[in-house]
């Protein structure tokens, strides 16, 4: 197995699309290590998956009693995925 060929060539795109798709779609450790890689290497994909990370648990720690609006929640969780 070439460890290089598994690690090089993924985009800002393919990582953008898999790091709002892992929360519901667990990613397989080698694609795991490809985004791992690729966030290493490139700044930008670092910050947005940081901000994925923040977002996610600004949702998950919210209190129920102080619920956001259902509209609000919705739109959203259509974007986060
Ligand atoms: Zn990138």
């Known amino acids: 197995m070439n460890i290089a060929r598994i690690l090089m060539g993924m985009s800002c795109r393919e ?4 790091t ?3 929360h ?9 290590l ?3 890689w690729h966030r290493l290497l490139c700044v930008y994909c670092r910050r947005l ?4 990370q923040s977002i996610r648990r600004a ?3 919210e209190p129920v009693q102080q619920a956001m609006p259902e509209a609000m929640r ?3 969780r ?3 995925g």
């Open 15 to 18: 990582f953008s699309e898999h």
């Open 20 to 22: 709002s798709e892992q």
């Open 24 to 32: 519901e779609h667990p990613t397989g450790w080698v694609m795991r």
């Open 34 to 36: 490809r985004m791992a």
């Open 49 to 52: 998956a940081q901000q994925w």
């Open 59 to 61: 949702i998950r720690s």
């Open 74 to 76: 919705k739109r959203i």
């Open 78 to 80: 259509s974007k986060i």
